[in-house]
């Protein structure tokens, strides 16, 4: 498997930001979709934001709409997620994905999709 690498997690103050970010020290991804997915307990995983290959398209959850940016840097081999305006439903432990089809059009949010996964960053969020 890939070794995917999260990083940037931590505690935070309701209304803070965090900025999560994703490498690879093996292979490049650079030709694949990427993804921050999440899972609080006691409920399902959840893809909170999707980005393109290209870094031209990207998806959101509805709930991160406006306050959550993914963004990719495809010579450093990272990927990026920054969360602004956290709320203490944002907690949970967030995981970087990388899309098992390579050049896929689009972007998808299908966690079956994901064929690359890193082991996840805690991210807590105090009210």
């Known amino acids: 498997q890939v070794p995917l690498v999260e990083s940037g997690g931590g505690l935070v103050q309701a209304g803070g930001s965090l900025r999560l970010s994703c490498t690879s020290s093996?292979?490049?991804?650079?030709?694949?979709?990427m993804a921050w997915f999440r899972q609080a307990i006691g409920k399902e995983r959840e893809c909170v934001a999707a980005?393109?290959?290209?870094?031209?398209?990207?998806k959101y959850v509805d709930s991160v709409e406006g306050r959550f940016t993914i963004s990719r840097d495809s010579a450093r081999n990272a990927v990026y997620l920054q969360m602004l305006s956290l709320k203490s439903e944002d907690t949970a432990v967030y995981y970087c994905?990388?899309?098992?089809?390579?050049?896929?059009?689009?972007?998808?949010?299908?966690?079956?999709?994901?064929?690359?996964w890193g082991q996840g960053t805690q991210v807590t969020v105090s009210s």
């Open positions: 994905a990388a899309d098992g089809r390579p050049a896929r059009s689009g972007w998808t949010t299908d966690s079956r999709d994901y064929s690359y």
């Open positions: 093996g292979r490049s991804f650079g030709g694949y979709g």
């Open positions: 980005i393109d290959w290209r870094g031209s398209r990207t």
